[in-house]
């Protein structure tokens, strides 16, 4: 038993390692390992970022559209007919941004024959980082005698009547 002990310390003092050859640092190929890791994770995250970016963008046009639904139906409640324009129901302009020089435009429309019953509220992102936004780089509502309706397309469409719909899937919750 005696020579088992002293044949696993001459084993163990010569397994271990040079003290004047210590290792530091990192090989090429360990970086060149943990480079190329990083780049699977960068590549497989940055898509969902980004989209989780967009809908949060998304989030303040219909902020924007509800906004201007309370405000036509103030203004329809002291009027005959919903107003034509957003300067009417207290926007500085005709047509304004979400934010200032960022992501949605907003608009407000009427047809002077139904302007009593129907508007249209519209919020473009096309012109900005919510053109890669899909079917929702554009988002749209039409209130019609009561009913509200919405709409959502990419940034090259055009909203017809037949583009609004009771659920849209960018407008849910």
């Given at each position: 038993?005696?020579?088992?002990?002293?044949?696993?310390?001459?084993?163990?003092?010569?397994?271990?390692?040079?003290?004047?050859?210590?290792?530091?640092?990192?090989?090429?190929?360990?970086?060149?390992?943990?480079?190329?890791?990083?780049?699977?994770?960068?590549?497989?995250?940055?898509?969902?970022?980004?989209d989780?970016?967009?809908?949060?963008?998304?989030?303040?046009?219909?902020?924007?559209?509800?906004?201007?639904?309370?405000?036509?139906?103030?203004?329809?409640?002291?009027?005959?007919?919903?107003?034509?324009?957003?300067?009417?129901?207290?926007?500085?302009s005709?047509?304004?941004?979400?934010?200032?020089?960022?992501?949605?435009?907003?608009?407000?429309?009427?047809?002077s024959?139904?302007?009593?019953?129907?508007?249209?509220?519209?919020?473009?992102?096309?012109?900005?980082?919510?053109?890669?936004?899909?079917?929702?780089?554009?988002?749209?509502?039409?209130?019609?005698?009561?009913?509200i309706?919405?709409?959502?397309?990419?940034?090259?469409?055009?909203?017809?009547?037949?583009?609004?719909?009771?659920?849209?899937?960018?407008?849910?919750?």
């Open positions: 038993m005696g020579i088992a002990v002293i044949e696993n310390l001459n084993a163990m003092h010569l397994s271990t390692p040079n003290p004047q050859r210590s290792q530091r640092g990192f090989t090429i190929v360990e970086l060149m390992i943990a480079v190329v890791v990083i780049g699977v994770i960068a590549a497989l995250a940055l898509p969902s970022f980004l989780s970016i967009r809908k949060g963008r998304r989030s303040e046009a219909l902020s924007a559209l509800s906004a201007i639904q309370q405000a036509q139906e103030r203004y329809r409640s002291n009027n005959r007919n919903y107003a034509g324009a957003l300067t009417d129901i207290g926007y500085a005709a047509s304004v941004t979400t934010r200032p020089g960022e992501y949605y435009t907003v608009q407000v429309s009427t047809d024959a139904t302007s009593a019953t129907r508007y249209v509220a519209t919020a473009d992102g096309s012109a900005s980082g919510q053109a890669g936004d899909g079917q929702c780089a554009k988002l749209g509502v039409e209130v019609n005698r009561g009913e309706r919405y709409a959502s397309c990419n940034s090259s469409c055009t909203f017809t009547a037949s583009s609004f719909t009771r659920s849209n899937p960018c407008w849910s919750r």
